[in-house]
């Protein structure tokens, strides 16, 4: 059987290199591997709430080594994916920094009026009004 080079490496950050505030075991020595060999890496999370640099500080205080540009969210997916659908767009975000930066930074704009995008995103601190203006902006038009 032939072995498959392997060109990169994806992998979920939570339950998999980190559980809470400890790295899962093997884990340091497994990233310092991947860079040892060359191997270009992203670590994946569906959280939304931290930014990359967060997230990096985070996985640095648990002993794992992750540069800001090898951390991926579902925040920057979702930024990528509005910019690529309506390009300097604006939106109303329920959420925290790490959806509200990576809207900035893929050039949205935030608004509470005639939004092109409503975005519902992770946070902890959900509010009843702020819930019912997203639905009264998808009921008068605005994708959600």
Do not use: C, K
Request: charged content about 25%.
């Amino acid at each position: 059987m032939r072995e498959r080079e392997i060109r990169s490496w994806l992998m979920d950050m939570d339950g998999v290199l980190v559980r809470e505030e400890h790295a899962i075991p093997g884990a340091p020595e497994f990233i310092n591997r991947l860079r040892e060999l060359g191997i270009p890496f992203l670590v994946l999370t569906n959280n939304s709430i931290y930014t990359p640099r967060d997230l990096a500080a985070r996985l640095r205080r648990t002993g794992l080594e992750v540069p800001e540009s090898s951390i991926w969210t579902s925040a920057l997916a979702t930024a990528q994916f509005l910019a690529d659908q309506r390009p300097g767009g604006s939106a109303f975000v329920i959420g925290e920094s790490g959806l509200t930066t990576a809207l900035h930074d893929a050039g949205y704009t935030m608004t509470e009026s005639d939004p092109d995008y409503v975005i519902l995103g992770e946070t902890r601190t959900y509010s009843f009004e702020r819930i019912t203006r997203a639905i009264r902006l998808i009921s008068a038009g605005s994708p959600g």
